[in-house]
Structure formats: C-alpha cells, structure tokens
C-alpha cells in the first residue's frame, strides 16, 4: 500500500480561497478546472496484498469510476496518471500534475497493518508526521521509490527511512497545506455521512509523491486489505462504486466551496474598491457641482437671522414653498461638515443635496460617478 504515490488531484474545497491555486483560479470559469487522479502503484509494484487482495488493481478501477463520475456530473476536467495496469514512476505522477497546471492532486490508495482489527477510510496531507504510525505510513509508501531504477538520482539522495528528508520535502508542499486540508476534510466528511464509514480523519504525513507538485494534494487511503471484511468491500463492484462516487463528490464539493468562496471574496474586493471610488469622490472637486445642506422647508419667508449664525443663507421657492439651504461648497466632505455644524445649532433633520447647473441632482450621480 504505498501511500502516497499519488498527488490527490483532489483539493476541491479551498477554499481557496486565500487558496493558493497554481493557476489564478479567480480569474478562470468552472470549466478551467482540473483535477489529475492517481492510481498508486501498477505494473510490477503490486502494492499492499492483504488478504490476497491487490491494491494496485482497486486502485485503479476506482480512480478511473471517480474521473466518469466527475465527468459524467460536472464540467470539471479529469487526468489520469495511468488509466492501465502500469508502472509509473513518483516524480512523473507530479509531472503529469504540473505540465496539466492542475488545481488538485488526488491520491489513491488502500491501507494495511499487522493487525487485521483495524478499518476505516482515511485522508492524507503532506505533512511533519505527529506519530510513529503516520511514519510508518509514509516510509511505507515511500519505499516504492527502491523499484525505480536510478533512484538517488531522481530523487536528490531522498531517503524514505530518515525522517529529515521527509522534512525537507513537507516544506515544499507548504504553500498549498490549507487548499490540501480544505480537500481532504471534504472527502472525509464524505465518507462519514454518506457511507457510514469509521472516520479516520484527515493526517498529515511526509510522501514523497506530493513533493513536486504544485497543486493543493490529498492521499486517500480507500481502507485496510488486511481487514477481511474491509478488503472483500473495496474488491468488490459495490464497493468500488459506492467509494468512488463518494469521493467524487467530495471533490465536486470542493470545487463548489472554492467557487463560492472566491465569488465572495470578488465582490467583497469589488466594494471595497467601490467604497474607495466613493471616498474619493467625496473629497473631488467638481467645477460645475455645488453641494448645500437643506435646513428646513417652509410656506412662508423666513428671515436670515432665524438661522442661529448660520453664515452663506439661501432659499429657492419652489411653487409656494420656500426651501433654505445652508452653504455652498465644492466637495460633498465639506458639505457633511456644515451638515455637521447645523445639527449643533439645532437643525436635526437637515441633510445634503447637489446642484448642477442650478439644478437640483442625485447625490449619487456624483458620489457613485466613475469617471
């Protein structure tokens, strides 16, 4: 079972927003999405044989129902790191991931233990491990690294049994670690609610598979071979198309999420740059805009020293009403600040108003102008 050979193309959910997608996702349409689905092992590295079960062959058949299911739900592009029973190396399952410029690397695996009590689904992210069983897990998954030939090569010296090189690697995937998170928390919460199944929550551990890519990542571990009631599921037709579709829609969650949430995080950047075209025309002069604050209307002329010391008085009479304004000014910040001072001097109810051409205007043509 080696782990993480994949890059979960899966970081459907980021987010993220904030996220950091390889591609400025916030720019593109929900059809630029891609997510590369990787099928851990094939060929000659058969995986974890628990039971007599082969992980490399449920694998596989189950990556491929998550990409029909995907295309046959949405308009998210899938890629397959191998779509046969084939050897793959890990540095060319990331290449293929990041010559796609994919927005989420899926991992596909199946677990095992020297107890066969053990069960349950689980999520994994690139990550320092916090225990001797999630070492365990990533040297396990590593160690398919040894079947490559010119390995140290291809692999700077990495070595799946020391703990510093996974370290070093962990750090790479750093950028991506909420996205990855984000994703992997969505298919997990998938297999809970919609399968019932033992959750075994999202781990960080160190693979060497998620170390060149570029894309948030998840590996998921389908469950233990070395159950026997665990492995005659995944090996089996319900088993495999229940499990693939349900990851499927985790990831088509993901997707969903991380579009709603950089919609949102659009228009909240929309007004705000609305809020400051405002604040800014509030301070602009305008060589044919005047701005007064309205005092009071009244039926009958009214004489200026009613005013309380209110300095520049005008009035306009409109039919038999006479309307009084106090002011006359070039910017609506000035205006607010005699709309200020007369509700000191009692004039509670006054408010602002704008002339063009000696006609009155909507404050808003002015305010909320773009040019």
Known sequence: MCRFNKKII?????????????????????????????????????????????EKKIALQTAIQIGNYIKNNS????????????FVKLNERAAIANRADADLFISIHCDAFTSSK????????????????????????NSVIFLEENYQSNYDGFDPNNPESV????????????????AANTIQKSFVTNLNR???????????????TYMPSVLVELGFLTNKKEGTYLNSKKGQK??????????????????????????????FAQKEKIETNKNKKHSDVIFKVQLLVSSKSIRK?????????????????FKYYYGNVKTYNEARKL????????????????????????????IDNNN
């Open 167 to 182: 370290i070093s690697l962990v750090l790479m995937q750093e950028t991506y670690l909420e996205q990855s998170i984000e």
């Open 75 to 86: 308009n998210i592009k899938v890629i397959y790191t191998r779509t046969k029973d084939r």
């Open 10 to 54: 899966f970081t459907v959910f980021f987010t993220t927003f904030s996220f950091f997608l390889k591609k400025n996702y916030s720019q593109s349409n929900s059809s630029d999405f891609i997510v590369v689905l990787d099928a851990g092992h094939g060929g000659h590295d058969s995986g974890n044989t628990g039971n007599g079960f082969l």
């Open 118 to 141: 053990v069960y349950g689904a689980g999520t994994f992210v690139l990550g320092l491990h916090r225990n001797a069983d999630n070492l365990r897990i990533a040297q396990k998954e």
């Open 305 to 321: 020293s009613n005013f309380k010391n209110l300095n520049n008085i005008s009035k306009s009479k409109e039919g038999k009403i």
């Open 198 to 212: 033992k959750d075994r929550t999202v781990k960080q551990a160190g693979f060497q598979v998620l170390r060149e």
């Open 339 to 366: 709309k200020s001072k007369a509700e000191k001097v009692g004039f509670k109810d006054s408010f602002i108003v704008a002339f063009k051409n000696e006609k009155k205007i909507n404050i808003s043509e002015v």
């Open 242 to 271: 229940e499990m693939s579709e349900t990851i499927a829609k985790g990831i088509i969650n993901y997707r969903n999420n991380l579009l709603s949430s950089l919609y949102k995080n659009q228009k909240k950047t929309a007004e």
